[in-house]
Each structure stands twice: as structure tokens, then as C-alpha cells.
């Protein structure tokens, strides 16, 4: 089983939509928990991280559910700029920083 | 605040050839990572260090990777030979401790094509 699994996608929303994206996380003594995102052919940059009471940064929100290890990401009112890769990303318990494949989201007009 | 610096940007090499990749962290970075990302996937830790001790490299295949941070601020990363599996990006990042919270900021890349 991998350490961080999500779907890899891609999503292909409409501009204006809401699109929400999973992850699963099998090593129980992670303990920080963030969302990143990839642009094509650039580098990874941290979108948000995501606490245990769920958080929220303008139109995106962050969930986290220790008990399924489970974390999401929730898009609102989805615009072309946000189409890009979505990186979750699970600490390994130390200092490690495990990464998921990415889900890729394709906003159109 | 400069970003994550890395050099070069492209490299292109025959297999079995030797290439080396630059990184310069953050100022004030202590902590400086190494990872590959193959097309398709995430980024994979391949190195970390602490100033210039190595906090981990379980990933790093040692037979041909070495990496070095002998001052505690830049860091070179080598393969030799290169095999044609290692094409992928070579990304470096960066962060301030901070117990597990910290951000990390990467560079942008070196992108590896082994013919």
C-alpha cells in the first residue's frame, strides 16, 4: 500500500464549480498535514496546510479525519487559474515529508 | 527574500555518463532536501540534511548518488553513472525547523534526460 494515495484524475470541471479532491494516508503517526500545488513544469509550492478543525483559505477548504486518515481538499467556485496538480502531503511522524502522485485539475471556460 | 537557486536548469547526458546538479538554499535554511520526480509522480525524498549532517538518505541509491553539503549551505547532487530511469526533475528544497510544521520551498528544478 503507498504511504499517500490519491486519485490521480484528471478533474475536468467547468469555470464556477465546486471540485473536491481525497487522500489517504496509511502511517497513523503522521502528524502535520498540507496540500500543495504543481504547475506544469514548475515547482511544487504550498497551498495550504490542514489541521485536525479543517481550515479554510478564501474559496479553498481543508479537511482532516485522523480516525480514517483521510484528508480533502475542497475548491469553490473553481477559475482557470486553478488549474494545476494537487500534491497531498503527510509527514512521516519525523521530519520526512511524504508525497502523494497529485490529482490533476482542468478548469474550463 | 531570494528563492531556492538551482543549476542547471536542463541537462541532457548519454547513460553511464557522470552529471552533477547545484543547489543554494534560503538564506538561514538549515535544512536542505534533495528529491526526484519522475513524470506522472510526486516528488520522492532522496537526501536531507541538517546543516551540514545528513538527516536521512534511506532513498538515495548509493551505488551512483552521492550528495554533499560541506559548509552547511550549498549542496551538490551527483549521479554516476546515470542510468536511463533517472531522467526525471531533480528538485531542491528547503526550510526553517520548526518540529514537523515547517515549509518547505523549492527550487525550481533540473531536468534530467538520459538517452
Known amino acids: 500500500r503507498k504511504e499517500v494515495e490519491q486519485d490521480p484524475g484528471p478533474f475536468n470541471v467547468p469555470e464556477g464549480a465546486t471540485v473536491a479532491f481525497n487522500c489517504t494516508y496509511s502511517?497513523?503517526?503522521?502528524?502535520?498535514f498540507f496540500w500543495y500545488r504543481q504547475d506544469c513544469r514548475k515547482e511544487p509550492k504550498l497551498l495550504m496546510s490542514?489541521?485536525?478543525s479543517g481550515n479554510e483559505d478564501g474559496r479553498f477548504t481543508a479537511q482532516l479525519n485522523r480516525a480514517s486518515q483521510y484528508i480533502s481538499l475542497l475548491i469553490r467556485d473553481s477559475k482557470l487559474s486553478d488549474s494545476a496538480t494537487y500534491l497531498c502531503?503527510?509527514?512521516?511522524?519525523?521530519?520526512?515529508?511524504?508525497f502523494g502522485t497529485g490529482t490533476r485539475l482542468l478548469v474550463s471556460p | 527574500e531570494a528563492g531556492v537557486a538551482q543549476s542547471p536548469r536542463y541537462k541532457i547526458i548519454e547513460k553511464r555518463q557522470s552529471v552533477a546538479f547545484w543547489c543554494n538554499p534560503i538564506?538561514?535554511?538549515?535544512?536542505l532536501y534533495w528529491y526526484q520526480q519522475i513524470l506522472g509522480q510526486g516528488p520522492k525524498l532522496l537526501i536531507q540534511?541538517?546543516?551540514?549532517?545528513?538527516?536521512?538518505d534511506s532513498q538515495l541509491p548509493k551505488d551512483r548518488f552521492s550528495a554533499e553539503r560541506l559548509k552547511g549551505v550549498d549542496s551538490t547532487l551527483k549521479i554516476q553513472p546515470a542510468k536511463l530511469e533517472d531522467s526525471a526533475v531533480y528538485l531542491c528544497?528547503?526550510?526553517?525547523?520548526?518540529?514537523?510544521?515547517?515549509?518547505?520551498?523549492f527550487g525550481p528544478g533540473t531536468r534530467l534526460l538520459v538517452l
Open positions: 502511517n497513523s503517526a503522521s502528524q502535520s
Open positions: 502531503v503527510v509527514n512521516d511522524g519525523f521530519q520526512k515529508l511524504v
Open positions: 490542514v489541521y485536525s
Open positions: 540534511f541538517q546543516n551540514n549532517g545528513v538527516v536521512d
Open positions: 538564506s538561514g535554511h538549515a535544512t
Open positions: 528544497a528547503s526550510s526553517r525547523p520548526r518540529g514537523g510544521q515547517e515549509t518547505q520551498y
